[in-house]
C-alpha cells in the first residue's frame, strides 16, 4: 500500500498491538480519560489524525520566540515521515522507541512515521535515561541531547539514532566519539513549521564534516542577513524564512553558526553566542550560555550565565587559557542562578533566565 495519512499500515503497532482504525480510536479514548500527562497528548493528537479534516494543530515550543500555535495539513506530516523512511531506510517492521513529549512536533512525529510507514512503536513514558526503563534493541530512536548524554553506555541498542531539540555541544560529540558505537548517529535540524527535520549531521567517529546535508525536496538559500531560508513544498506551503545563522555551502548543505536574534554587539564586534557555547562545552559541566547585556560603553557586554554552583575565578582561567578562544571572547562577567527557567518542551528560555539577573 502507498503510505498516506488516510490509511493505517497494516504493519502499525502501538506498544506490541496492531490497531486498526476502530481500535486506535478507542485507545485514545481510554488514553486521553485515564492516561498521564503525556498518554493525554498521544491519545489527543490520535483523535485529531484519525478525525475527518485534513487539518492539524501544533504548537511550537518557544524556544525561540513566544509560543504559538499553528495549523498544518495532515498530507505534509505524511510527506515528512515518509522523507524520513526514505532517507535512513525505515521501512514497514522498523522496531521504533517513542521516548519523547508528544505535546510537541518530534513527538507527534514518532506517531506519524508509525502509522504512516507501518513501525512497530514502544512508547514509554519520557525521562531522562530511557534506555534504562526499555533494553529491547531498536531501529531508530529520536532523542533530545540530554537523554543521549545520559544513554551513551547504551547506545548500542539503536541502529539509527537522531538528535534533535537542542544544538549538540561539544562535550556530547566527544562522549560519543570516546563511547565505541556502532550506532548511526545525525544531528538534525527543524523546526515546527517545517514538521521536524529537513536536514542532517551524521556524528560519524573520525568525520570532520560540520554541516548539515538537507533532506531530498528541500532548496536552501539565504537572506540579506545570511540567515537560512527554506524551500521545502512538500511539508510547507511557504517558504520559511529563519532567524538562524548559516554558512551556505549549497542549495542543500549549509553550517549552522547561530541565531541572528542572539547576536552580541560588543564595541562594533559582532560575536555569535553559540559558536563560543560549542568552544566552552568542554570546561562546563552544567547547563548555560552566552548572553549580551546592556553596557553605557560598549552598547552590549557579553556575559557567561551559568546554571549551579560555580567557581568563578577558576572558570575564567581556564577560559583565558584556551587556544581557541579570542580576547574578544572572554566574558565580561559571569552570573550563576540556582535554576534556569525552561520553555514548556524543556529548552532553556535565555530571555526569561536573562531577567532573573535582576535579583541577584
Known amino acids: 500500500m502507498n503510505p498516506s495519512h ?5 504493519k502499525f503497532k502501538f506498544n506490541g498491538i496492531h490497531y486498526d482504525y476502530v481500535d486506535l480510536k478507542e485507545l485514545a ?3 486521553v480519560k485515564e492516561g498521564h500527562l503525556n498518554e493525554k497528548a498521544i491519545g489527543n493528537f490520535l483523535l485529531y489524525w484519525l478525525d475527518d479534516t485534513d487539518l492539524i494543530q501544533v504548537h511550537t515550543s518557544g524556544s525561540t520566540g513566544t509560543p504559538k500555535t499553528i495549523t498544518l495539513k495532515k498530507e505534509q506530516l505524511a510527506n515528512s515521515a515518509i522523507a524520513t523512511g526514505i532517507f535512513f531506510n525505515l521501512g514497514p517492521g522498523t522496531r521504533a522507541l517513542h521516548c519523547l513529549y508528544s505535546n510537541f ?14 513501525w512497530e512503536l514502544d512508547v514509554i513514558e519520557p525521562s531522562s535515561k530511557p534506555l534504562e526503563i526499555s533494553r529491547k534493541h531498536y531501529d531508530f530512536v529520536a532523542m533530545v541531547p540530554m537523554q543521549v548524554l545520559n544513554s551513551i553506555s547504551n547506545l548500542n541498542q539503536i541502529g539509527t539514532l537522531i538528535i ?5 555541544s561539544q562535550e556530547l560529540k566527544l562522549k560519543l566519539s570516546l563511547g565505541k558505537v556502532d550506532t548511526k548517529i545525525f544531528e538534525t535540524y527543524g523546526m515546527t513549521e517545517t514538521i521536524t527535520h529537513i536536514a542532517v549531521k551524521e556524528l560519524a567517529e573520525g568525520s570532520d564534516e560540520n554541516y548539515f546535508k538537507a533532506l531530498p525536496d528541500v532548496v536552501l538559500s539565504t537572506d540579506n542577513r545570511d540567515c537560512l531560508v ?8 511557504a517558504i520559511i524564512v529563519t532567524n538562524d545563522l548559516v554558512n551556505l555551502i549549497s542549495s542543500s548543505e549549509f553550517q ?20 563560543l557555547e560549542s568552544k566552552l562545552s568542554t570546561l562546563i559541566g552544567s547547563r548555560f550560555f552566552i548572553s549580551g547585556i546592556k553596557d553605557s560603553r560598549l552598547g552590549q557586554k557579553m556575559v557567561l550565565v551559568v546554571e549551579g554552583n560555580i567557581n568563578q575565578e577558576g572558570l575564567i582561567q581556564d577560559i583565558k587559557s584556551l587556544n581557541s578562544i ?14 534556569f527557567v525552561e520553555t514548556g518542551s524543556g529548552k532553556v528560555n535565555r530571555a526569561k ?5 535582576k535579583l541577584v
Do not use: Q
Open 6 to 10: 488516510k490509511n493505517i499500515h497494516p
Open 29 to 31: 479514548y481510554c488514553l
Open 105 to 118: 512536533i518530534a513527538g507527534k512525529m514518532m506517531l506519524v512515521r508509525a502509522l504512516v510507514l507501518g
Open 164 to 168: 534533535g531539540g537542542a544544538p549538540v
Open 230 to 237: 527554506i524551500e521545502a513544498p512538500k511539508v510547507s506551503d
Open 256 to 275: 549552522w553558526l547561530g541565531r541572528y536574534d542572539n547576536v552580541i554587539n560588543s564595541g562594533g564586534v559582532k560575536l555569535i553566542p553559540e559558536l
Open 326 to 339: 579570542s580576547k574578544f571572547e572572554i566574558p565580561k562577567e559571569i552570573f550563576s542562578l540556582p535554576h
Open 353 to 357: 533566565t536573562i531577567e532573573l539577573l
